[in-house]
């Protein structure tokens, strides 16, 4: 019977040891993704705000160029159609290179996640 208790500790003390890796992996994945959202909040937070930031800034340096060249041409409208058709340009240049803008962030965020 010698045999049979040993293969029985043996056996007994492996089942310990298998579910002991189970519940420090659950622990372990538990802990990576509360990694993964609070980075990925942190993100978006950090981009509402600087984003927010930055529209009012550029709305207000939209605005002083408005003013100034329709000061400069002596016609606000003739300044506002030049603007907004600068900033068609820029929205239409921003789409033909959005796919070249999703791999550069592809390529940035997957370094932070999968190493």
């Known amino acids: 019977m010698g045999v049979f208790d040993s293969l029985n500790q043996t056996s007994h003390k492996a089942v310990e040891i298998g579910e ?6 659950q622990e ?3 802990l990576k993704v509360f990694q993964q959202l609070t980075t990925i909040i942190g ?3 950090k981009i509402a705000i600087v984003g927010s930031l930055a529209l009012i800034g550029l709305t207000l340096v939209l605005v002083a160029g408005i003013l100034a060249l329709g000061n400069f041409l002596g016609n606000m409208v003739h300044a506002c159609l030049i603007v907004a058709a600068v900033i068609f340009l820029v929205s239409t240049l921003v789409y ?9 962030i592809i390529k940035k965020t997957a370094k932070q996640y999968f190493d």
């Open 20 to 25: 002991q890796y189970i519940q420090k992996s």
């Open 96 to 104: 033909k290179l959005r796919t070249k803008i999703d791999t550069l």
């Open 28 to 30: 372990y994945y538990k």
């Open 43 to 45: 993100m978006f937070c």
